[in-house]
């Protein structure tokens, strides 16, 4: 395993009282795979990416990356992990191929080397067009790939992702889920937060699903689905105020209980003979004079999952901020970070 934790806890205080960030979270990554963090707003999955990449210390517990403590040695893990977060880390000032080679002098490549890795990271990510154009006129999906590509410049054995394609239109989605493949396909660990289901189900090789700051599930996308096994019946009504009628219908020949989509036009529920059952309902739903726009069946996705795990389908408005409670870089962190940039910008400019 190049990822382990185990035991991590992390609670923070505030005005109403301790909030617990993690209460014994356990981790296990295999190298070159893509492990996925699923879960609600507040789970705790930022908080495990944060503690992972050294941000934040726990309060209790261990984790190792590729043999290395975190805690005891965080300048080594550093050398070795890149990181891209929820929001694009770039100084839109500079233009994208800038922002890279400010990255790489950062990291102590030098001139030339870290020229030549930020070219190399412009054409992979396909921004040759637009590589010398200053970033605050990037599109959402550009700036991502670039702030990506600036978690790559070190070739790191572990990319933690949190959050990667929060925001991004669908085409810019499938767009930066063919770059992580790619990367995957080139020995790249991944270490993948994210609320969006299909995202999961498209790039993991394994999911974990936190809720509460703790691990409640663990799997394959199809070992997940078939903890809740069998199919969906789905009916879709021409009348809503059929809906309860349906409901009762539905639940008879159902193996769990029927529901009624928010519309009032969709009802739901889970069989275990599919065929046998839609048949059944069929000819009841006809017997009773409800009219039907549609009806089929349907094999479990992530989201019943979600939904059965833990009791809500995943909140995929907000970016996952659930570890607000903790503490938040000061001004002066800030301005010394702001600084660094300033430092670096008259060294891209002479290059230039």
Do not use: C
């Not at 990510?125 to 990037?138: D, I, S």
């Not at 009806?295 to 995943?314: C, E, I, N, Y």
């Amino acid at each position: 395993m190049i990822i382990e934790a185990h035991g991590l806890t992390k609670t923070y205080q505030s005005k109403s009282g301790p909030v617990h960030a993690l209460a014994g979270l356990d981790l296990a990554v295999p190298r070159g795979t893509v492990k996925a963090l699923l879960g609600p707003n507040g789970a705790g999955k930022t908080t495990v990416v944060k503690m992972l990449t050294t941000l934040i210390r726990p309060d209790a517990g261990t984790a190792i990356i590729d043999g290395i403590d975190v805690v005891r040695q965080p300048k080594l893990v550093r050398r070795i992990i890149g990181v891209s977060g929820q929001y694009a880390a770039v100084d839109e000032n500079l233009t994208g191929f800038e922002n890279l080679e400010m990255v790489g002098r950062l990291y102590h490549l030098g001139g030339p080397t870290a020229r030549k890795r930020a070219q190399e990271l412009i054409d992979l990510f396909e921004l040759t067009a637009a590589g010398n154009r200053p970033v605050k006129g990037f599109s959402g999906g550009m700036r991502r790939r670039i702030d990506l590509a600036g978690a790559l410049v070190i070739n790191p054995k572990v990319l933690f992702l949190d959050e990667p394609t929060t925001g991004l239109d669908p085409r810019s989605r499938i767009a930066l889920w063919g770059v992580i493949k790619r990367l995957v396909a080139d020995g790249t660990t991944v270490l993948l937060t994210t609320q969006y289901l299909e995202e999961a189900d498209q790039l993991a090789d394994d999911i974990v699903v936190i809720d509460d700051g703790r691990v409640i599930a663990e799997g394959t996308s199809d070992q997940l689905k078939a903890q809740i096994g069998g199919h969906r019946v789905v009916v879709a009504l021409v009348d809503a105020a059929d809906g309860a009628a349906a409901r009762d219908i539905l639940a008879r020949h159902g193996s769990g209980v029927a529901s009624i989509f928010t519309d009032g036009r969709g009802v739901e529920v889970a069989v275990t003979d599919g065929p046998t059952a839609l048949q059944n309902m069929l000819a009841d739903l006809r017997a009773a004079q409800i009219n039907l726009h549609d009806a089929g069946m349907r094999r479990p996705t992530l989201d019943d999952v979600f939904l059965k795990l833990t009791g809500h389908k995943a909140d995929l408005a907000q970016p996952d901020d659930d570890d607000s409670s903790g503490p938040k870089l000061s001004k002066r962190a800030q301005a010394r970070a702001l600084s660094v940039a300033d430092a670096v910008r008259p060294d891209l400019e002479r290059a230039k």
